[in-house]
């Protein structure tokens, strides 16, 4: 699970204690990357802290380069620019719920160039949201 340091404090704060939530066991087990320039240490309660890296674009690279299971990277708008923008991001997973909320930051950078995507799942809920799953086809 990759996390920049304004998510993972959002996460740290509720997740490792959240005991009536079925994904917590699984979420806290996971191991856990903090992008940030700011934090020196990620601890995670009881559970094994995270590690802080300075150069997320590096240490994508180098956790890219590893065999196992794929990285998770949830919220961290700034940081999925970043790394879209560095061709690191493979896919895309976005949950559109029914709720408008008016303003706020873009899903993709502006300004980058064009990045074909191939919708590979459309997946609608029964609460009106949908799942919508790209992936990366070039660029």
Request: charged share 20%.
């Amino acid at each position: 699970m990759l996390l920049g340091a304004r998510t993972y404090r959002l996460f740290v704060d509720y997740w490792p204690t959240a005991t009536n939530e079925v994904i917590a066991p699984r979420l806290n087990a996971l191991r856990k990357v903090v992008a940030s320039t700011t934090l020196d240490a990620a601890p995670w309660g009881d559970w094994e802290p995270g590690v802080v890296v300075r150069d997320a674009v590096a240490a994508v690279r180098e956790l890219k380069a590893e065999d196992g299971k794929d990285i998770i990277l949830w919220g961290s708008i700034s940081l999925f620019h970043t790394l879209f923008t560095e061709g690191l991001v493979d896919e895309v997973q976005l949950r559109v719920c029914p709720l408008v909320l008016g303003a706020g930051k873009s899903v993709f950078p502006t300004g980058a160039d064009s990045v074909p995507l191939e919708l590979v799942e459309a997946k609608p809920w029964a609460s009106g949201g949908v799942l919508l799953r790209y992936q990366r086809t070039g660029g």
